[in-house]
C-alpha cells in the first residue's frame, strides 16, 4: 500500500488475503490450488508482482469472484499507484525548489510566475528537462567548470539554474565543429579586443568563438549564486556562459579567458567537474594570456606603480590599463582601492 496525500494506492492482494481469510484458506493451500509457487503467491498478496489478466482467470476459478473485477482492481490500483508516487515527488521536488532563486528566475522570464509550490516544483521540471528535480544532484547532469566567489547549498542550485538558461540560449547560436587548436591560435585577436567597447567587441568575440564550435552567453547575474561565468559541454558544442550588466572590465576579461582556459586545459570534460587545482590553473592561466608573466614581473619589480606608469606599461602590452589595474590588485602589489578610476565599467546587453 502506498500513500500520498491525496491518495492511498491498495493493491489486489489485499483484497485476495481477505478472501482467503474469509475461507480460512492458508496462502500455500492457495498456491496450490492456482498453480503458482508460494513466492508468486506472497508477491501477488503484497502488491510486488503484477496481476496479469491469466492471473485472474485463475482466480475466478479457485475464488469465484469474476476475472474482469480482478482485472479491474488492479488497473486501480496502478493508476493510484502512479499518482500517489507523483504527488509524494512532486512534494519532495517543491522543498527542492525552495533552494533555487525562483521569484528572480521568473523575473528574467526563465520560468512563468507563481506562488504556488507545486506549481513551481512542475514548472521547474520543464524548465530543466528532468521528471525529477531530485535529479539535479546527478553528476552527469552537472559537469560545470565555473568561476564564483562561493560555495553553498544555495549557490549550487542557483548556477544550475544559470547554466540551464546558458545551455537554452546556446542552442540559438549556431557553431562550426569544435577545434581547439583553432581556439588557441585566436586567443591574441580576442585579447586586442580588451581595447574595443562591448557594443563592438561583444559581436566578434561570438562570431569567432562559434567557429571555434564556442557558443558565448551572457546571462544576468543570480543572486546568492556567486558566479562569474560557466563553461560546459552540450552536444557537439561547447557553452561558455558569462554574468552580464554592470562590470569593471578587468573581471570581464579574466572571467572570459578563465572560462575557455578550462576549454584549453581539457577540464571541461572531467568526470567530477573542476576541482581547486583546476580552478588556480584557469586563474593562472587567464592571468598570463592577457598579462605575460615574465612582463608582468619586470613591470612589478621596477616598482613604478603610478598612474603614468600603468597607463605606459598597458599601451607596451596592447590592453587596457584597467587589466593591468585589476591583476596588481588580484596579487597584493596595490591596494584594492588604488587607481580603480583606471577601471572602466561595462554594461553589456543580455
Same mark, same amino acid.
Given at each position: 500500500?502506498?500513500?500520498?496525500?491525496?491518495?492511498?494506492?491498495?493493491?489486489?492482494? %489485499?483484497?485476495?488475503?481477505?478472501?482467503?481469510?474469509?475461507?480460512?484458506?492458508?496462502?500455500?493451500?492457495?498456491?496450490?490450488?492456482?498453480?503458482?509457487?508460494?513466492?508468486?503467491?506472497?508477491?501477488?498478496? /503484497?502488491?510486488?508482482?503484477?496481476?496479469?489478466?491469466?492471473?485472474?482467470?485463475? &482466480?475466478?476459478?479457485?475464488? #469465484?469472484?469474476? !476475472?474482469?473485477?480482478?482485472?479491474?482492481?488492479?488497473?486501480?490500483?496502478?493508476?493510484?499507484?502512479?499518482?500517489?508516487?507523483?504527488?509524494?515527488?512532486?512534494?519532495?521536488?517543491?522543498? *527542492?525548489?525552495?533552494?533555487?532563486?525562483?521569484?528572480?528566475?521568473?523575473?528574467?522570464? @526563465?520560468?512563468?510566475?507563481?506562488? =504556488?509550490?507545486?506549481?513551481?516544483? +512542475?514548472?521547474? +521540471?520543464?524548465?530543466?528537462? %528532468?521528471?525529477?528535480?531530485?535529479?539535479?544532484?546527478?553528476?552527469? *547532469?552537472?559537469?560545470?567548470?565555473?568561476?564564483?566567489?562561493? &560555495?553553498?547549498?544555495?549557490?549550487?542550485?542557483?548556477?544550475?539554474? @544559470?547554466?540551464?538558461?546558458?545551455?537554452?540560449?546556446? +542552442?540559438?547560436?549556431?557553431?562550426?565543429?569544435?577545434? %581547439?587548436?583553432?581556439?588557441?591560435?585566436?586567443?591574441?585577436?580576442?585579447?586586442?579586443?580588451? *581595447?574595443?567597447?562591448?557594443?563592438?567587441?561583444?559581436?566578434?568575440?561570438?562570431?569567432?568563438?562559434?567557429?571555434? #564550435? %564556442?557558443?558565448?552567453?551572457?546571462?544576468?547575474?543570480?543572486?546568492?549564486?556567486?558566479?562569474?561565468?560557466?563553461?560546459?559541454? =552540450?552536444? /557537439?558544442?561547447?557553452?561558455?556562459?558569462?554574468?552580464?550588466?554592470?562590470?569593471?572590465?578587468?573581471?570581464?576579461?579574466?572571467?572570459?579567458?578563465?572560462?575557455?582556459?578550462?576549454?584549453?586545459?581539457?577540464?571541461?570534460?572531467?568526470?567530477?567537474?573542476?576541482?581547486?587545482?583546476?580552478?588556480?590553473?584557469?586563474?593562472?592561466?587567464?592571468?598570463?594570456?592577457?598579462?605575460?608573466?615574465?612582463?608582468?614581473?619586470?613591470?612589478? =619589480?621596477?616598482? =613604478?606603480?603610478?598612474?603614468?606608469?600603468?597607463?605606459?606599461? !598597458?599601451?607596451?602590452? #596592447?590592453?587596457?590599463?584597467?587589466?593591468?589595474?585589476?591583476?596588481?590588485?588580484?596579487?597584493?602589489?596595490?591596494?584594492?582601492?588604488?587607481?580603480?578610476?583606471?577601471?572602466?565599467?561595462?554594461?553589456?546587453?543580455?
Amino acid at each position: 500500500m502506498v500513500r500520498s496525500r491525496t491518495f492511498v494506492a491498495t493493491p489486489p492482494g %489485499v483484497t485476495i488475503k481477505e478472501q482467503l481469510n474469509d475461507r480460512g484458506m492458508s496462502q500455500k493451500e492457495f498456491a496450490v490450488r492456482m498453480n503458482l509457487s508460494e513466492k508468486h503467491v506472497s508477491k501477488l498478496v /503484497n502488491g510486488e508482482v503484477q496481476l496479469t489478466p491469466e492471473v485472474a482467470v485463475r &482466480l475466478e476459478t479457485v475464488l #469465484g469472484v469474476p !476475472a474482469q473485477y480482478w482485472n479491474n482492481l488492479e488497473a486501480i490500483y496502478r493508476e493510484k499507484l502512479i499518482k500517489a508516487r507523483e504527488e509524494n515527488e512532486m512534494e519532495a521536488d517543491a522543498e *527542492l525548489a525552495k533552494l533555487l532563486p525562483y521569484s528572480e528566475m521568473a523575473k528574467f522570464g @526563465w520560468v512563468p510566475e507563481t506562488k =504556488d509550490a507545486l506549481q513551481k516544483a +512542475r514548472y521547474l +521540471r520543464k524548465y530543466f528537462e %528532468v521528471v525529477g528535480l531530485s535529479l539535479l544532484e546527478n553528476a552527469q *547532469l552537472t559537469k560545470i567548470a565555473c568561476r564564483r566567489l562561493a &560555495l553553498t547549498e544555495k549557490s549550487d542550485f542557483a548556477l544550475m539554474a @544559470w547554466a540551464q538558461e546558458a545551455k537554452i540560449k546556446a +542552442r540559438e547560436i549556431k557553431t562550426g565543429p569544435i577545434d %581547439v587548436n583553432r581556439l588557441v591560435s585566436i586567443l591574441p585577436s580576442i585579447r586586442k579586443m580588451t *581595447l574595443m567597447s562591448p557594443e563592438d567587441f561583444c559581436p566578434e568575440i561570438r562570431a569567432s568563438l562559434a567557429e571555434c #564550435g %564556442v557558443a558565448l552567453v551572457f546571462l544576468p547575474h543570480l543572486k546568492g549564486s556567486f558566479l562569474q561565468g560557466a563553461t560546459f559541454l =552540450d552536444g /557537439n558544442k561547447y557553452v561558455v556562459g558569462l554574468t552580464a550588466g554592470g562590470k569593471d572590465a578587468d573581471k570581464f576579461w579574466f572571467s572570459l579567458f578563465h572560462e575557455l582556459a578550462h576549454i584549453v586545459l581539457g577540464h571541461v570534460e572531467c568526470e567530477d567537474g573542476t576541482s581547486e587545482d583546476d580552478e588556480r590553473a584557469a586563474d593562472l592561466w587567464s592571468g598570463d594570456v592577457l598579462i605575460e608573466r615574465d612582463a608582468f614581473k619586470t613591470f612589478r =619589480d621596477n616598482g =613604478d606603480y603610478s598612474e603614468a606608469g600603468i597607463i605606459k606599461f !598597458a599601451k607596451e602590452q #596592447g590592453i587596457a590599463p584597467g587589466i593591468v589595474v585589476g591583476r596588481m590588485q588580484r596579487e597584493g602589489v596595490i591596494k584594492y582601492s588604488m587607481h580603480n578610476e583606471l577601471k572602466e565599467k561595462y554594461e553589456i546587453v543580455v
